[in-house]
């Protein structure tokens, strides 16, 4: 299970992208050529880190902010922030942060500690005439091999039909990506009880004609419309959804796909209620929007699971023991 230590940041290429964009036309697509030749070692530790599933996501959407210099003052922040947790650096958690599409190759460089950059939205045509759009393919072209699918607010802003939802994860998972998956009710559908309908369909048609196997590459997110930017669910609530997710899951496909498929919470997460929430059985993460534009704040939601509080104790157990040892 080893997806911490991406390579990405380690590349030449990224190095570069890493300074500050120059404003005179040098700033060169071909400083930013990626280097290839990491790519399978990374496949390989997303494979692992997958298919053991003991470990928390933690996706940070930064949606449509953060600058060049916001973007660096977080990271020096936020990177030593976890080089300097012991305990964070023994999990396997998947940290990602999802920077707006001109925010990806600074992130890219930026980011340590086995943290990785995700796409906020992909096209699924590998290139063409969709102008203000980019590719799955250009995407991956620098080892970015996650990318949410489907938030509510790009589904309403592109009109984008289940059709189109669908494409686009069958299209990352056939190129080995891995699709962060939100679905979600609408208010109104939340206020006349059609919220099970309404993740039901989605689910039916997000995911339809996806071999088994495959599906467990793909990272759910239940993020219903109402709670975003506004108050989260609650702890019931998020518990009976996200239930109801792995049952439609193992209805449509099986129970070890069921079992093995992450499964997240979005909507207001905040490190006030991160601890509560990620006490709901079977959930596996976050994604966090406003709360994740604060180093500290997404620094304290990922220490906030019962995981990590474990292996503190754990830690501690043996600092104390080998003390003990040395008074004996
Ligand atoms: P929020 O956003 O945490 O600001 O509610 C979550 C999201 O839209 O993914």
Redesign the pocket.
């Known amino acids: 299970m080893a997806i911490k230590k991406s390579k990405t940041n380690k590349t030449k290429k990224v190095a570069k992208v890493e300074a500050k964009p120059a404003k005179t036309e040098k700033t060169t697509v071909v400083q930013n050529k990626p280097a290839k030749k990491k790519r399978a070692t990374i496949k390989e530790e997303i494979k692992d880190y997958l298919a053991e599933r003991n470990n928390k996501v933690f996706i940070g ?1 930064w ?1 449509m902010n953060m600058k060049f210099d916001d973007i660096k003052s977080y990271f020096d922040h936020f990177n030593t922030l976890l080089k300097k947790d012991k305990i964070l650096s023994q999990m396997n958690n998947l940290i990602g942060i999802a920077p707006t599409a001109i925010g990806l190759l600074p992130v890219a460089g930026m980011v340590k500690n086995g943290v990785m950059p995700v796409a906020q939205f992909v096209h699924h045509a590998k290139q063409g005439s969709y102008t203000g759009c980019i590719s799955y393919d250009q995407v991956h072209e620098y080892n970015i091999n996650y990318a949410i699918v489907g ?3 790009t589904r309403k802003m592109f009109k984008l039909t289940e059709n189109d939802i669908n494409l686009v994860v069958k299209t990352l998972l056939e190129n080995d990506m891995h699709p962060i998956l ?1 679905i979600g009710d609408t208010l109104e559908e939340y206020e006349s009880k059609e919220t099970e309908k309404s993740i039901t369909r989605q689910l039916l048609n997000d995911l339809k004609g996806i071999h088994p196997e495959l599906v467990k590459n793909v990272i759910i ?1 239940y ?1 219903p419309i109402w ?4 108050k ?1 669910a609650t702890v019931e609530q998020i518990q009976r959804m996200i239930t109801f997710i792995r049952t439609t899951i193992e209805e449509m496909f099986d129970s070890k796909t069921a079992k093995e498929t992450h499964v997240l919470y ?5 490190v006030e209620n991160a601890m509560d929430i990620l006490k709901v059985k079977g959930l596996d993460g976050f ?6 534009l604060n180093p500290e704040s997404f620094y304290e939601i990922i220490i906030s699971s019962q995981e990590y509080a474990r292996v503190n104790s754990i830690i501690n157990a043996k600092k104390i023991a080998k003390a003990n040892k040395k008074i004996e």
């Open positions: 959407n949606k938030h509510s607010e939100c997110a993020e709670a975003i930017g506004r989260a979005g909507g207001s997460v905040k994604i966090i929007g406003g709360d994740s």
